[in-house]
């Protein structure tokens, strides 16, 4: 997952779309690197998270909200999250941004570092993120309020 982040946070996968000129590609980029780590697409049951072309994929691919309430909801197959914390996410893990404090979450980066216990440095917990551009960016330096989703597993 940081492999795939690293490749392609500044370089867009051709086989996605990118969405940077259409409102963001951040949530995009997330999912791709989800999908990367081995989880597999889900276009069955209630919840859904998939991408087959730009026509042709589930709102939770491409939407901060509907990637949340995916990863929580999400019962079947595809990958399954639960509300964590800044000191229990890891590598692939989700946090996204309400920079407004407004409830409403616009910015889903990806952890490529989860925060070092016992050191002392809260800048170790590092994400990457498209249509900002970043690779190794400490969550810390974001503004806004942050919610943590720690991905528990998938079915294949």
Request: proline share 5%; aromatic share 18%.
């Amino acid at each position: 997952m940081r492999e795939y982040a690293f490749k392609h946070y500044n370089n867009p996968n051709k086989a996605f779309y990118d969405f940077t000129n259409l409102g963001g590609d951040c949530t995009n980029f997330t999912s791709q690197v989800i999908h990367a780590g081995g989880a597999p697409m889900d276009s069955e049951g209630k919840y859904q998270w998939y991408y087959y072309s730009l026509n042709n994929r589930s709102p939770s691919w491409t939407g901060v909200m509907f990637l949340y309430d995916y990863l929580i909801n999400n019962d079947g197959l595809g990958p399954h999250g639960v509300d964590s914390d800044f000191f229990n996410v890891t590598i692939g893990d989700v946090i996204q941004i309400d920079f407004n404090d407004d409830g409403i979450f616009t910015h889903s980066p990806v952890v490529v570092q989860p925060y070092i216990k016992g050191s002392g440095d809260l800048y170790t917990l590092t994400v990457a993120a498209r249509s900002y551009d970043v690779f190794n960016r400490p969550i810390l330096t974001y503004p806004g309020v942050k919610r943590y989703i720690h991905l528990t597993q998938y079915f294949k």
